[in-house]
């Protein structure tokens, strides 16, 4: 007999940043992925160092993936897994409308630069947070993953 699966048995998500420009933002971000239940979070293109304002110790719960390019990184991505990019374009959809897939990589790019058009052209799907100017990317990316757990009803 065929069990049927609960799609939120088969569903994850990881979030990263496209050439991030500050250590503090990495380490932000991470400790909110792993608070709202993100299975793994990433860096293209940039550097991070350990940052003493984890108190949560997100280091030793999910894993943080780092790429020296987008090519490497687009290669890299599970199986069925879409990429989402979240950036203000003319073509991205409203987070108050979007529906989450249930098997995706968020990638936000660095404040001053956005996610490049090479970047966005392999994006599956692009999100963009409605009705407000331009926020930190931390802040922004724990936006849209508190979005996705409250729509798929998970959190830790």
Known sequence: MKRKW????????????YQP?????IGTLWRSAYLM???FIFIIDGKYSHQSSDT??????IPFYKYNDFDHFYDSLPHS?????????????AITNFVHPPRAAYLLGAEDNGLPKKV????H?????????????AVTGSIVTYDRITKWGEQK
């Open 56 to 61: 949560q110790k997100a280091w030793s719960k």
């Open 21 to 25: 420009k500050t250590h503090h933002n």
């Open 125 to 137: 799907q692009l999100v963009m947070l409605d009705k407000v100017g331009s926020l930190n990317v």
């Open 81 to 93: 897994t879409q990429l989402v990019g979240v950036e203000m374009n003319e073509k991205s959809q």
């Open 37 to 39: 239940g993100a299975q």
């Open 120 to 123: 966005l052209d392999k994006c």
């Open 6 to 17: 609960d799609l939120k048995e088969e569903s994850f998500f990881g979030i990263g940043v």
